[in-house]
């Protein structure tokens, strides 16, 4: 009888870290990759350079101090079509939705996980404004696999740990 207490309160104490855990480690991909499409953003409504698209690595080197690692990063006009992209995931092509395209046109920051793409991407969309209107849109993202990695882990020790926490009981 103690133990079915046991056993229930250690399950949704392990749901409850693993919930935790799930949320907070995507809320420091979101707010890194976030961040680096908010200071891609600002400089490119603040450069109107159109050399930016000729040696972009340089570009993002000076923009954001050094060449980021294991990022995926493209600048797109208002119909999708990319004018600046580097890609150190090497994920290949990366098709932007017309449901993501459509509601950076409206000014919407836009999160998303492509789970087709291997590894699977976390990706920010980020309108770049310009006296209120969208001039065009930056998409950062980054792989998804030590996030996934740390998640699974997690589960093998919760998984591991709760069975035997009751079996020594």
Do not use: C
């Amino acid at each position: 009888w103690y133990s079915g207490i046991l056993t229930l309160i250690l399950a949704v104490f392990a749901t409850g870290v693993f919930i935790y855990f799930q949320n907070s480690l995507q809320a420091s991909i979101d707010a890194k990759i976030r961040s680096i499409g908010d200071v891609l953003s600002t400089a490119a409504t603040e450069s109107h350079n159109p050399n930016v698209f000729n040696n972009f690595e340089r570009y993002l080197e000076n923009v954001l101090g050094r060449k980021p690692k294991g990022k995926f990063i493209q600048i797109m006009d208002k119909s999708g079509k990319i004018g600046a992209k580097m890609d150190d995931i090497e994920t290949g092509s990366l098709p932007t939705t017309f449901a993501t395209l459509e509601r950076a046109l409206r000014g919407e920051v836009v999160y998303e996980t492509i789970g087709k793409a291997k590894p699977r991407l976390r990706l920010v969309t980020i309108p770049i404004l310009e006296k209120n209107k969208t001039t065009s849109i930056v998409q950062v993202g980054t792989s998804m696999e030590d996030f996934d990695e740390t998640m699974r882990k997690l589960l093998i020790i919760l998984l591991i740990g709760i069975p035997s926490s009751i079996g020594v009981t």
